[in-house]
């Protein structure tokens, strides 16, 4: 099943609350939260406080991408904050396969995120840990930017590796997703997409999440699970 993540940065911060509902009654998956440092990414955005208190708004999958430095100081209170999953940027984590093991002491699942300029080969020796991969697609900081066309060759290598491993990794892809290449994307492999503006800055952001799972979900082998 693909599964849609709506990211909450194209979303109207006075009115977080609502925002999430929509999307979550529109039959969303799981809720894709940036937080950003100003210092891994040039932005600044929330952090385990506001995660908190709209945990009280929602029962959708917390899926936190932290595009922060040094991430192993902040899991714990990500965690306890309500996080269902945490993804690390693996340009962040010296000490990845330490990280990855800190997040899943949690409780939570644990996720690694690529840049685009990164390789898939970083997730050699710690695939086999992971319940997700996030292939960024754009270059993370902001929402709204354009999709990166070579990392379809990246989900399919990843998409690969996981198949002959035998894993339930997923592959989440992050940036640039819209109606018009959703299905492109979910043919290379991808199991999980983020769409931030494609939703929020939609005339009708429910009817958005719906149609971005049916164009994703037309992809044959992507109809069961
Ligand atoms: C970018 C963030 C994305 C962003 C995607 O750094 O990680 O989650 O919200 O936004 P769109 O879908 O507009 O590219
Ligand atoms: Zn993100």
């Known amino acids: 099943m693909v599964q849609i993540a709506p990211s909450i940065l194209s ?3 006075s009115r977080l609350g609502e925002e999430v509902k929509i999307v979550e009654s529109a039959g969303s998956d799981m809720l894709h939260i940036d937080v950003m440092d100003g210092r891994f990414v040039p932005n600044i955005t929330i952090g385990p406080i506001v995660i908190k208190s709209l945990r009280q708004q929602s029962r959708l999958p917390f899926d ?3 595009m922060i430095v040094e991430p192993e100081k902040y899991i714990e209170a990500f965690a306890d904050a309500g996080a269902d999953i945490i993804t690390v940027q ?3 984590c010296p000490h990845l396969d330490r990280t990855i093991q800190q997040i899943k002491a949690t409780g939570a699942k644990a996720g690694v995120a690529l840049n685009p300029s990164t ?3 970083v997730l050699d020796y710690v695939l086999d840990q992971l319940d997700m991969v996030l292939v960024m697609s754009v270059n993370p900081g902001f929402g709204g930017q354009k999709f990166i066309p070579g990392m379809l060759t990246k989900i399919a290598m990843i998409k690969d590796e996981i198949t002959a491993r035998k894993l339930n990794t997923k ?3 992050d940036g640039g997703i819209n109606k018009e290449n959703i299905a492109e994307v979910s043919l290379a492999g991808a199991d999980i997409f983020v769409a931030g ?3 929020f800055n939609a005339e009708d ?3 958005a999440v719906r149609d971005l ?3 994703a979900e037309v992809i044959e082998g992507h109809t069961e699970e």
């Open 119 to 121: 390789s898939e080969y």
């Open 64 to 66: 936190v991408h932290l």
């Open 11 to 13: 979303a109207d911060f």
């Open 171 to 173: 592959i989440q892809v």
């Open 205 to 207: 952001p429910s009817k």
């Open 90 to 92: 693996a340009e962040a």
């Open 213 to 215: 799972k049916k164009k």
């Open 197 to 199: 503006s494609a939703v």
